[in-house]
């Protein structure tokens, strides 16, 4: 069992930056590859970016490429959302999720993880 646990988010202006958490407890969270989701009320769950189990191999959803990075640090067994450029469309719950593989390829499918979050309101003010 792996319990994964957000933070860091809250209300910011646009143009602005926040820094999301997923810290991890149970097992050795360096065996798990992460994704960051959102969503909105009534929408579907959509993938933000993701990273490998070593921190190697990243992939992000193209609305978030060049503003948003993903790192971990898997001695603190904690993985980071770094958010720049902050946009109103990017006002959503934020969930991190977790499943144990190997290898380079990120899911991004919510079907495909197997641990998530409670989720971490981000709302961004225009």
């Known amino acids: 069992q792996v319990q994964l646990v957000e933070s860091g988010g809250g209300l910011v202006q646009a143009g602005g930056s926040l820094r999301l958490s997923c810290a991890a407890s149970g097992h050795t969270f360096s065996y798990y590859t992460v994704g960051w989701f959102r969503q909105a009320p009534g929408k579907e769950r959509e993938f933000v970016i993701g990273v490998n189990w070593s921190g190697g191999s990243t992939n992000s959803a193209d609305s978030v490429k060049g503003r948003f990075t993903i790192s971990r640090d898997n001695a603190k067994d904690t993985v980071y959302l770094q958010m720049n450029s902050l946009e109103p469309d990017d006002t959503d719950v934020y969930y991190c999720?977790?499943?144990?593989?190997?290898?380079?390829?990120?899911?991004?499918?919510?079907?495909?993880?197997?641990?998530w979050g409670q989720g971490t309101q981000v709302t961004v003010s225009s």
């Open positions: 999720a977790a499943v144990w593989r190997s290898g380079d390829y990120i899911p991004l499918s919510p079907p495909e993880y197997f641990y």
